[in-house]
């Protein structure tokens, strides 16, 4: 008999490879909506630090359901090698199931600069994670999808799960990077119409609509989507639900490195609006996950279990207000 889930993810998976250097070595150019860092070129520079986990927000947000006590799947393209073994066997500690293929091809790999202010820059080699197709899924019983950031076939192929989900009544929340952002809101419109819960952070949002005041994008944005959620960095986040935006005003804590914040901040919002029903608890869970990611090195290894988010939020909870707009 097929299983059915709580929540099956749908998104990319890859080892990354975190690399800590002298950060005199950067050199920083300032833009309008980003930061380049520069090395000089025939230098060698010095590695102080080297760390390898697993990352993709696929088995990043999958870990952190299941930690959470939902009954978990994954759906994603991976390949036969060295690499693949390690992310499923990894899979199978968290008790979450593989749900899509294998294939031959690189699996998704990243090298991640640790550079000025805790923050970094990613190479990502997406390999076989853009080739996943509607007939590699295993299975689609669920009562939630968590649609992540998937470019090329694989992003038409969350199209049709969306189609899906909305056919069979099944609630997803979704969650753009900037690649796909920058299709703007009529281009990814086959999948924001219909959310449940749609997470990005500002930059994000003013990419989709062309607007860069939030409260506009909160609106906009909730047309299409039960629940928007925009997040501003240690700035802090916005939910809005059509009747009240909730202003999150997160507690300062040390930041070691930032990889994986979105997708801890994103999944432990959607877990508390399904386990709880309430708004603010989802954005105390979700701050809570996104502080404990950022204050080590990994996209999931400090994800926190039932008790931990619970106790966290008990001895640090944020500051959280509500108004109607």
């Not at 603010?280 to 990994?298: D, F, N, R, T």
Request: include cysteine; charged fraction near 25%; proline fraction near 2%.
């Amino acid at each position: 008999m097929t299983k059915t889930y709580d929540m099956i993810t749908v998104g990319s998976a890859s080892v990354d490879a975190f690399v800590g250097t002298d950060t005199k070595k950067f050199t920083i150019l300032h833009k309008a909506m980003e930061e380049d860092v520069c090395l000089p070129i025939g230098s060698k520079i010095l590695i102080k630090q080297l760390v390898y986990d697993t990352g993709g927000a696929g088995t990043n947000t999958a870990v952190a359901f299941s930690r959470l006590g939902l009954k978990t799947g994954w759906i994603g393209k991976i390949g036969n090698d060295q690499n693949s073994r390690h992310i499923l066997a990894e899979m199978k500690k968290e008790k979450v199931d593989f749900l899509g293929e294998h294939s031959t091809g690189g699996t998704g790999f990243s090298i991640i600069l640790i550079g000025i202010d805790k923050n970094r820059t990613i190479l990502a080699y997406k390999g076989i994670n853009d080739t996943l197709s509607w007939n590699d899924i295993k299975t689609k019983k669920t009562k939630w999808f968590y649609i992540g950031s998937m470019l090329n076939k694989s992003y038409k192929t969350t199209e049709q799960i969306a189609k899906y989900a909305r056919q069979h009544r099944i609630k997803y929340a979704f969650n753009p990077s900037a690649y796909l952002a920058q299709k703007s809101l009529k281009g990814l419109m086959k999948i924001v119409h219909g959310c449940e819960i749609l997470v990005l952070n500002k930059e994000e949002a003013a990419l989709l609509t062309g607007i860069t005041d939030i409260d506009i994008n909160l609106k906009k944005l909730q047309k299409h989507a039960k629940i928007t959620v925009i997040t501003d960095g240690p700035r802090g986040a916005y939910a809005y639900n059509g009747v009240q935006k909730y202003t999150l005003f997160p507690r300062r804590v040390k930041v070691i490195e930032t990889t994986g914040a979105g997708d801890a901040f994103a999944s432990g919002f959607t877990a508390g609006y399904i386990l709880f029903n309430d708004m603010e608890y989802a954005l105390q869970m979700a701050q809570a996950e996104a502080a404990s990611v950022i204050q080590h090195i990994g996209a999931k290894r400090d994800l926190l279990n039932k008790n931990q988010i619970k106790e966290y939020i008990k001895k640090r909870p944020s500051r959280i207000t509500k108004e109607t707009i």
